[in-house]
């Protein structure tokens, strides 16, 4: 399994308060993305990194932001949570060399906004 | 408006016969296919890819088969087995972005 940590696993939190989701790869890939998982919509990408510093976002990015200031980390941060950001959140990884798409998925943190 | 599509949101089958799980795509741009297979309260777990210069990928249980001119594929599993339920993603990617865009699932139910 790829080595990939993401914490906390669970979290509820209120209404318009901030919020930070870590991901911890020990990999050294190049790549690192954010989904969020709900029923009726699969895995939808909120951003993804190709490098520190480096993001880029995804098809569902307003409310969200990132950072990556090590190759290791790759932070998911709720500015202002709402209740439609409840869902599971899963961190993954990808290395892309060659002609390779694969991404490892961490073990999800699942959020609650009451 | 969805780019891969799995129209079927379950599927039930008995153990020891074939799975047989579906993908539309729409994107021309895609060239690289993947599934990846998701239990309860666990991160999706990379299954088998292909890529768009194949048609036909196998690894021991699972094939994929890609119909480009379809714009299809589906994932064969044989013989299914009761750790095999789960939900099943499609995903794909292409050009020169490492993203994936995803299916929403489709949920396979083997019974013993």
């Known amino acids: 399994d790829a080595g990939i940590t993401q914490s906390p696993r669970h979290k509820v939190t209120e209404t318009g308060t901030p919020v930070t989701l870590r991901c911890h790869q020990t990999?050294?890939?190049?790549?690192m993305y954010w989904y969020r998982q709900d029923p009726g919509h699969g895995l939808r990408l909120i951003h993804y990194?190709?490098?520190?510093?480096?993001?880029d976002k995804g098809e569902v990015s307003d409310g969200y932001s990132v950072s990556r200031s090590k190759t290791e980390d790759f932070l998911l941060t709720l500015e202002s949570a709402t209740s439609s950001q409840t869902s599971v959140y899963f961190c993954?990884?990808?290395?892309?060399?060659?002609?390779?798409?694969?991404?490892?998925f961490g073990p999800g943190t699942r959020l609650t906004v009451t | 408006d969805q780019q891969v599509k799995q129209n079927s949101p379950s599927l039930s089958v008995q153990e020891g016969r074939i799975s047989i799980l579906n993908c539309d795509y729409t994107?021309?741009?895609?060239?690289?296919f993947l599934w990846y297979k998701k239990y309860p309260a666990e991160g999706p777990t990379f299954l088998i890819s292909?890529?768009?210069?194949?048609d036909k990928n196998e690894d021991g249980r699972f094939t994929v088969f890609l119909n480009k001119s379809a714009k299809h594929l589906s994932l064969h599993i044989v013989p299914s087995q009761p750790g095999d339920s789960a939900v099943y993603f499609c995903?794909?990617?292409?050009?020169?972005?490492?993203?994936?865009?995803f299916g929403k699932g489709t949920l396979l139910t083997v019974n013993p």
């Open positions: 990999e050294n890939h190049r790549y």
């Open positions: 292909i890529s768009s210069i194949k």
């Open positions: 994107n021309s741009m895609f060239d690289y």
């Open positions: 990194s190709y490098g520190v510093k480096d993001t």
């Open positions: 993954a990884i990808s290395e892309s060399a060659g002609f390779s798409y694969e991404q490892y």
């Open positions: 995903a794909a990617s292409g050009g020169s972005n490492y993203k994936l865009t």
